[in-house]
Each structure stands twice: as C-alpha cells, then as structure tokens.
C-alpha cells in the first residue's frame, strides 16, 4: 500500500482515506478538513508500513473508504488495536468478488483480463463517473495501467483467499447509479449488517464530483 498526507497542519485528529482501485490521491485533493487527511491506495499488498506509526501520534481518528477500499480498509484493520470515532463506507462491500453482495467474478476477471485495452479503461471511467461528460472531469491518476491491472489482479487474489474480514463501519453510503459495483449488490449486504446505518443516495460510484470539503462526504446520505 502506499499512503499519502493531502492534509498536515497538526491537527489532534486524523481522517483515514481507503481510496478506490487503480485511484491515487488526486481524487481527495482539493477535498477540504478540519482533520489531517492521510490518503492510502494500491492494494498490491496490504501490509500497514508507515500507515499504522502516522495514526498513532493521533488522538482522533476518522475512516472513510471508498469502493475496493471499503473491503482494504476494513482487512488492513481487522487485527489492528485502532478504534476509529467515526467509519464511513461509500459504493463498496467487504465482499469485492460476489454475485449477490460485490462485483461479479466474471465481471471482476473481465477487467483484469482487458484493463491494457485503451477502450476497456474508457468504458470503466465513463460507468465510474456517471456519464462522458463526468468522466472528463474525473482526476487522472499517476500510475500505469499495468500497475493497475496487477493491483485488481492481486485484490482479486486477497480476497479468494481470506475469509470476508470484520466490519468497522458505522455507516455505509451507496448510489442507486452506482455501474461498477451494482446498488442492488451493496444493498443486500448492508442490509445483513444491522450494526451500520444504511443509506440510499443518487450518485454513481465516483461519489466526489462537485463536493469542496470532507464535511460533505459524511454529510451524505445523512437525510436519506
């Protein structure tokens, strides 16, 4: 995994970023908070490196995870001593493989299998954002597609061999446009796990678009 500060003032709290596969931290960058925010991505290992030593000088820590880093997030912490404050969940499951409650396998394998394929990659944003229009405003990530495609083929890998890890949310937010990991699949998962608020938004699975600061992001859903 690789981690990075978008925010560092010294604040006593601290806002744990998962963010989604293939992604970096340009998609939380101009996000705003009262909290340092450390972004993590890349789930080509889950091992915690300097992650765990950052939390640790906190006194306040806050989770949000977004799409494959809803199920990273919550194996990364399963066996960790951290309590989190608050712990949001946005578009994802603890189950990134399944035909009833993630993305299904044959989809799954599809994109690992075609990711070096220009149009394949194309296709994938304008469902992540919502439309063309939305995917052009979509940050653009520093990384390869190869580096990509190697972390959605070993996430595919982790979570084949692991049993479905311990959930450290309290609420969980999914977009009824949501065309990467269906709104029907996330719904019936959530609605198995009574001890996370659940709430139904009008979002695709890129949930970022138009919003200035992290207030906005755990407002979401709040009304619903």
Known sequence: MKTQFLIRNGSRGLLVFFNGWSRDGADAAGLKSGCDVLEVHDYSDLESGSLFGFMAQYDELHLAAWSLGVWAAAAVFEHSSFHFDTALALNGTLHPVHPDCGIAPEIFDGTVANWLLPAARERFLRRMAGSAEAAQRLPIPERSPEDQQTELAA????????????????????????????FAAQENFWRTRPETAFAAVDLPHYPFDGLSCWEEVFRLGKNA
């Not at 949310?169 to 990467?180: E, K, L, N, Q």
């Open 155 to 182: 996430i595919r890998g982790f979570s084949s061999e692991r049993a479905v890890p311990a959930n450290p949310y309290t609420r969980a937010v999914s977009g009824r446009r949501d065309r990467i990991i269906p």
